[in-house]
C-alpha cells in the first residue's frame, strides 16, 4: 500500500523473492513503471491482485449477470470530488492525476461490464490557482470492442464528493447505475436498489 510514486522498487523486491503480491491500486502514476512491472511479473509466474475492490462486489456481479443477456451499449461515468488530502496528490508525476488515481476504478468497472476499450479522446483543464499541476476537470470518451460507447468525467473542484458512480444504458431499456454503495436497476417504471453485502473499503 504505497502512494502510485512508489511502485516499482517494493514490487521488485516481492518478485525477486518470488512472492505473490496484492499492490494498491494505481499499478503506477507513470505508464512505463506498469509495464516494466508487468514484465517482471509475467517472468516471476507469481499470482498478483491490484485493489480494484469495486469489482469485487456482489452488485458488480449482479450488473454483470443482467448485461450479459442485454448489453451495455451506453457508459457514463463521473468522479465529481474534491481534492485529497496527502501531499502528493496535486503533483502529477507523484499521483499520475485525478485520472489515474481516482476515476480509474470507473475505468475498471466499465472493463467489467462494457468489455475492454479500443480507442479514448480526451481533454483536461486546469485554473490558473489550482494546487499543483494536476488538471481539476476532465472528461473522455471512449469506444468498446462490443461496440458501446462511453463517456467519462472528472471533477477535484468540489468541496465534498458529490458522486463517483458508473451508468449504463442497454438496447433492451435497461439502466443500471454502479457505485461503491449501491447498484440502482431501472426497467420502464421497476426501480430495485441493492445495497452490496459487505463495504467495499472494508
Same mark, same amino acid.
Given at each position: 500500500c504505497v502512494p502510485p510514486f512508489a511502485h516499482g522498487e517494493p514490487e521488485r523486491a516481492v518478485l525477486a523473492r518470488g512472492l505473490p503480491l496484492f499492490v494498491e491500486k494505481p499499478l503506477a502514476a507513470d505508464r512505463d513503471t506498469a509495464e516494466?512491472?508487468?514484465?517482471?511479473?509475467?517472468?516471476?509466474?507469481?499470482?498478483? $491482485?491490484t485493489g480494484y475492490h469495486w469489482r469485487c462486489l456482489d452488485t458488480v456481479d449482479r450488473a454483470a449477470a443482467l448485461l450479459a443477456e442485454d448489453p451495455a451499449r451506453l457508459v457514463q461515468g463521473a468522479w465529481?470530488?474534491?481534492?485529497?488530502?496527502?501531499?502528493?496528490?496535486?503533483?502529477?508525476?507523484?499521483s499520475g492525476g485525478q485520472v489515474v488515481e481516482q476515476l480509474t476504478h470507473l475505468v475498471d468497472v466499465a472493463r467489467v461490464l462494457a468489455g475492454e476499450v479500443d480507442g479514448v479522446s480526451a481533454v483536461g483543464s486546469r485554473g490558473d490557482d489550482s494546487p499543483g499541476d494536476v488538471d481539476d476537470v476532465t472528461a473522455a470518451t471512449l469506444t468498446f470492442r462490443? $461496440?458501446?460507447?462511453?463517456?467519462l468525467a472528472a471533477s477535484s473542484l468540489l468541496p465534498a464528493k458529490h458522486t463517483a458512480s458508473l451508468r449504463t444504458v442497454s438496447a433492451?431499456?435497461?439502466?443500471?447505475?454502479?457505485?461503491?454503495q449501491q447498484l440502482v436497476v431501472q426497467h420502464g417504471s421497476t426501480r430495485e436498489v441493492h445495497r452490496p453485502a459487505v463495504d467495499g473499503h472494508v
Amino acid at each position: 500500500c504505497v502512494p502510485p510514486f512508489a511502485h516499482g522498487e517494493p514490487e521488485r523486491a516481492v518478485l525477486a523473492r518470488g512472492l505473490p503480491l496484492f499492490v494498491e491500486k494505481p499499478l503506477a502514476a507513470d505508464r512505463d513503471t506498469a509495464e516494466e512491472l508487468a514484465i517482471e511479473v509475467e517472468k516471476a509466474g507469481v499470482v498478483t $491482485g491490484t485493489g480494484y475492490h469495486w469489482r469485487c462486489l456482489d452488485t458488480v456481479d449482479r450488473a454483470a449477470a443482467l448485461l450479459a443477456e442485454d448489453p451495455a451499449r451506453l457508459v457514463q461515468g463521473a468522479w465529481l470530488d474534491k481534492v485529497p488530502p496527502p501531499a502528493w496528490w496535486s503533483t502529477h508525476a507523484l499521483s499520475g492525476g485525478q485520472v489515474v488515481e481516482q476515476l480509474t476504478h470507473l475505468v475498471d468497472v466499465a472493463r467489467v461490464l462494457a468489455g475492454e476499450v479500443d480507442g479514448v479522446s480526451a481533454v483536461g483543464s486546469r485554473g490558473d490557482d489550482s494546487p499543483g499541476d494536476v488538471d481539476d476537470v476532465t472528461a473522455a470518451t471512449l469506444t468498446f470492442r462490443s $461496440g458501446a460507447v462511453g463517456t467519462l468525467a472528472a471533477s477535484s473542484l468540489l468541496p465534498a464528493k458529490h458522486t463517483a458512480s458508473l451508468r449504463t444504458v442497454s438496447a433492451g431499456g435497461l439502466v443500471l447505475e454502479v457505485s461503491e454503495q449501491q447498484l440502482v436497476v431501472q426497467h420502464g417504471s421497476t426501480r430495485e436498489v441493492h445495497r452490496p453485502a459487505v463495504d467495499g473499503h472494508v
